[in-house]
């Protein structure tokens, strides 16, 4: 079904709203979770905040696009829970993130205006790279894809993906800075 229909739904307050979303939707949502989270459980427990929080939020939102939203939210409520699990820990996921703070301003400031901008300009950014660092940067920093996955995934050694993410992240600040995006 359309996501324009299924976000007709919810409007409507019609549960098949939600059903229709974890139909087309939660493979893709605990594949993003279990990117997050090591335990299965906290990943499904968290995709069920998720459907909460779809409800609770959709209205008043409406979506440009339903798969941009829902991963987003997705991301948000796995790393919350990330956090909550692992407080005071240092470990290769948070080792992740802090790859792209260099890269990406803090989103806390200013919060509702800077999202929007920051996130057409990562859609250019990604649009702008050839088709393999385009998948390498959305498997690394949506998808929550591991160093070790990715060499597997495109037969490369891991010094190789890093290599390779470090320009990808290098090239993102500079257009970050040709955008007039403050990094």
């Known amino acids: ?56 939020s959709i209205p008043p939102e409406r979506p440009r696009s339903l798969t941009a939203y829902i991963c987003t939210l997705t991301r948000r409520i796995g790393i919350n829970c990330y956090k909550h699990n692992h407080r005071e820990k240092r470990d290769g996921y948070r080792l992740m993130l802090s790859e792209l703070d260099e890269a990406i301003p803090d ?25 393999e660092g385009c998948i390498l940067f959305l498997r690394r920093y949506v998808y929550m894809e591991s160093v070790t996955e990715l060499a597997e995934r495109f037969q490369m050694s891991e010094n190789a993906v890093s290599s390779r993410l470090f320009r990808i992240r290098k090239r993102l600040k500079a257009f970050l800075r040709e955008e007039n995006i403050e990094v």
């Open 107 to 131: 989103p806390t400031q200013d919060a509702e205006s800077r999202s929007e901008v920051i996130t057409e300009a990562l859609n250019r950014f990604a649009v702008s790279l050839d088709r």
């Open 1 to 56: 079904m359309d996501d324009s229909k299924i976000i007709d739904l919810l409007f409507e307050r019609s549960e098949s709203g939600l059903a229709l979303i974890e139909q087309k939707y939660k493979g893709l949502s605990l594949h993003i979770l279990s990117g997050i989270l090591s335990d299965f459980a906290d990943a499904e427990e968290c995709y069920n905040d998720l459907l909460v929080a779809v409800w609770n």
